[in-house]
């Protein structure tokens, strides 16, 4: 039976999980700076480096400098042991400062020593724990790898370390901005870190926020227990055509991931007062179409006091076949090519 407890206690128990972006060496911190000017209410913000300059010019407060005694804080050149061994040396205080919180999103830009090195590390640390951790890569754009052979090995090992450990894993390939090569260059990397800003405030909505048929933390962690390599895809459509969404979420991800037969899926739909058991059956039916029949299928809602024109979709895909970064390093993708099931 509950005891009665007071509106303090009430309060205590029922607060929000806590939630962390992580920016890891060079690219990982310009995104978390990016995600933080996009804001993100309630997120703690932190980043790590072995590059103290890259840390002071950064807008996130809070830093920590790895690796200082070896280093000297000058980076790490594209040394990923060298940054092993200082993520050993600052394990302790890494992980009491990470540990605290309950979704830690780890995110680096893949193919130096810093990121490539510290971002399978963490991720295996944490799983260790309570944590839920989520990988986010950016992978380099294949003139990057094709001219710098050390690139190239720290991104292959880096993505194969990651692949293996299965779990939640968001990967962003840089060439799938090719789309936008008539921005600057920083445009454009602003430009996926807007859609990255949309991954994470939609995967954080939609545990911290109570819907009519609800996905908490703990449904997602079970649902990932058992879903292998699974990735977050997110979309947002008029509630005309809900069938559109699972369409979208898979065309203007940044990668082409492979499913495998029976692929899992939590899914989770945001609409409106006009938002009808039609409306989800025909989103339902969508999935249906374009995953099979789902090993496993989770499924929440939330009907906002008022009339929407928009639905958002969040989703995540499990089952994915190994080997899908792979693949994105290897071809030079035409065109932007929807998921491939099969
Ligand atoms: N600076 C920057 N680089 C990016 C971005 N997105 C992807 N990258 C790529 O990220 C890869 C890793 O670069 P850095 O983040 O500078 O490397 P690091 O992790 O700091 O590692 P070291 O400097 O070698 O210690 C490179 O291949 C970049 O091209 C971005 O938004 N900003
Ligand atoms: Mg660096």
Known sequence: MTPNRTTEEWASLATTPSVAVVGLGGAGSEAVQDLLTLGIP?????????????????????????????????????????????????????????????????????????????????????????????????????????????????????????????????????????????????????????????LVASLVDMVENPSQISVDLSSLKNHLRSSGLSTLLVSEHHVSEPERLVQRAISESMLDYHLSAHASALLHLEGGTNMTLRTLDRVLESVRERLGEPQQLVFGTRVRPEPR?????????????????HDALKQRPKSPEPLAAG
Do not use: C, W
Not at 152 to 181: D, H, I, P, Q
Not at 309 to 325: C, N, S
């Open 309 to 325: 024109e928009v639905l958002r979709l969040t989703a995540v895909i499990g089952g994915l076949k190994p080997r899908t970064m």
């Open 42 to 198: 309630g997120v703690h913000a932190l980043v790590v480096n072995t590059d103290a300059k890259h840390l002071m010019s950064t807008g996130v407060e809070e830093k920590i400098l790895l690796g200082q005694r070896e280093l000297r804080g000058r980076g790490s050149g594209g040394d990923r042991e060298v940054v092993l061994r200082a993520a050993e040396d600052g394990k302790e205080e890494l992980l009491r400062r990470l540990r605290p919180f309950e979704i830690v999103f780890l995110l680096a830009g893949l193919g130096g020593g810093t990121g490539s090195a510290l971002l399978p590390f963490l991720s295996r640390e944490l799983r260790e724990t309570e944590t839920l951790a989520i990988p986010v890569v950016f992978l380099p754009f294949h003139v990057e790898l094709e001219t710098n052979s050390s690139r190239r090995e720290n991104v292959e090992a880096t993505v194969e370390n990651l692949e293996a450990m299965g779990g939640l894993l968001v990967a962003l390939a840089n060439e799938k901005l090719r789309r936008f090569e008539s921005l600057p260059v920083h445009r454009v990397f602003q430009v996926r870190n807007a859609y990255l800003h949309s």
